[in-house]
């Protein structure tokens, strides 16, 4: 059997409902901000949620988003904005690996892998109304190109002439980790020395919104105080907060990555995946499936699960699903339960998706560079007990070592990737 | 210039992104002003629209400059 090669990370990039830029997002996030606030774009008064975590706009100054930064605005035009921020999150990404492959070995060498939930849903609802109204031949040759979810990494690698393996994943809310954990395993098998990988996610449109809260995913009481409204564990949750944006990596092979001298944030060492085969949109009461998911990640690190010092997990601030991660969680740990600390960033953030497994991914990886574990905020009334830390309400100081971070999709999809920092 | 010719170059520099003095009644689409294919398909459907005109596919095969789209509109849009 051939010998499995070992991927670190070397480049972070990120877009969220904090800000434009891995930096700055990490200090808003620290520093307890939440990216909720009040739709403004479009009608909402007949939703019953009207909130969501969005980027903040702007000149791009100051960790604001200004999609002219990241992509010529007629090419903007023919395509939904999660491709957008997938080119920023990239772009960011490579910028910082400082990979910039030029020669034709390189090139091939270097591949993409960045998936979404959802992708281009709003603009197939504005070409289902324009078919309607005004007939096929006002269909925008852009329409397919443009909405199609791999074209996130499509538009990524003619950016940056990567033409490596290019791939796409779409599993709902796992999108982000399995993106990342399928890229790591390319490398590993020799497939490629440089993966870009990550998910990108734009929901927050009327029909996405009106699609959530038919299957009764989103908060719908705090549309007054959109601030208080994601709080994973507390006893007051009711929902998910919907965010945006992109979280991207580069992965590389580790020899690749010493060989050019690259700055390496951490070593992915195990990535887990597993099924619920229950429910469509909730949880196996029995937590069995994200148990399964973190024990094979953790099989395929060669750790012991007390080994964990951080778990980022899914918590998306839903009745059912945050209580039946955390028991997986003490089912997995046992007794090294007291020393774990474990953290819902979804709470400042928003549920980013597609997106969310791969900004959760980069916020494990700073956790572990800062030794600070980043808040669940909100959690004011835990509607459970446990002793694991869930970091109510203000960050921490913790050396970490390893540390896990989960992703659960609707379909009963399950992702798990665990990091270590190299010695 | 006509009118007809100051619309084609307004729609042709609102699609294409490229600077007004780049688009002269020789300026071919792919060649000179960076369209591809998709672009110039989205140009015919823009001028269909702006001017309420159909513009058959073998017509719109031979629309290749901003000329050659003055000339069929001036001919054709009503």
Redesign the interface.
Known sequence: MMMLRRVVVTGLGMVTPLACGVEQTWARLLAGRSGASRIESFETSDLPCRIACQIPRGDGSDGTWNPDDWM???DQRKVDPFIVYAMAAAKQALDDAGWHPTGYDEQAASGVLIGSGIGGIEGIADAALILRDKGP??L???FI?GRLINLASGYVSIAHGLKGPNHAVVTACSTGAHAIGDAARLIALGDADVMVAGGTESPISRIAMAGFAACRALSTHFNDEPTRASRPYDRDRDGFVMGEGSGVVVLEDYEHAVARGARIYAELVGYGLSGDAFHITSPSEDGDGAYRCMKAALKRAGLDPTALDYVNAHGTSTPLGDEIELGAVERLIGDAASRLTMSSTKSATGHLLGAAGAIEAIFTILAMRDGKVPPTLNLENPSIETRIDLVPLAAKEKRIDVALSNSFGFGGTNASLVFARLP | MSDIAERVKKIVVE???VEAEKVNENANFIDDLGADS?DT??LV?AF??EFNV?IPDDAAETIVTVGDAIKFLEKNAG
């Open positions: 010529d605005p007629k031949r006002r925008s040759p852009f190109p | 699609h294409l992104g998709l398909v989205e459907m269909e629209e159909e």
